[in-house]
């Protein structure tokens, strides 16, 4: 279903690069050609002929692996894990149950311990379950905030990905 889904967005725009191969073919469109001759200028800098990445929702650089097995809940099976009243609700419950129990394996930690958020949502997590992971490649924003939580005894991730 993902797939098919992929298939007839894709037909839709002109796709002209392949990026990766993976089992639902990702593809990505290269974006138009951006050609101003006179440009603009942004704190003292004039920037011509090339589009500005305007950070409306910053990203990282994710895993091929963890994108495949994603993919499926953002074409055909998106919903709230939260939402306990309908089907789509309860089978991404399941797939979060199962992310947890790999992670916790991964890192030896019990997986009612691994907790999601968002980074605006330290706060309500913290009074909830009175600990939090911090990430270690979050937005430079963020970074300030991250270390203060140092010195309040909340530990680092080490390299060896132990807590």
């Known amino acids: 279903m993902a797939l098919k889904l992929l298939c007839q967005s894709l037909t839709k ?34 920037i011509v002929g090339h589009p500005l990445y305007l950070d409306m929702q910053g990203t990282f650089l994710v895993d091929l ?12 099976r998106y919903s709230n894990p939260q939402s306990h009243t309908y089907f789509y609700g309860w089978e991404l419950k ?12 991964l890192i030896g930690a019990f997986p009612k311990k691994i907790v999601y958020f968002r980074c605006h949502g330290i706060e309500q997590h913290l009074n909830e379950k009175r600990h939090a992971f911090l990430q270690r490649q979050e937005t430079p924003c963020h970074d300030d905030a991250n270390e203060a939580q140092m010195h309040f005894g ?8 132990r807590f």
């Open 13 to 46: 725009t002109k796709t002209t690069i392949v990026i990766h191969y993976f089992s639902t073919t990702a593809v990505v469109a290269s974006p138009p050609k951006y050609e101003n001759p006179t440009g603009i200028t942004m704190k003292s800098v004039k």
């Open 65 to 76: 692996r963890i994108l495949d097995s994603m993919f499926s809940f953002y074409l055909s």
């Open 94 to 105: 399941i797939a979060t149950k199962s992310t947890r129990l790999q992670i916790g394996t």
């Open 154 to 161: 909340f530990l680092p991730a080490s390299s060896t990905r």
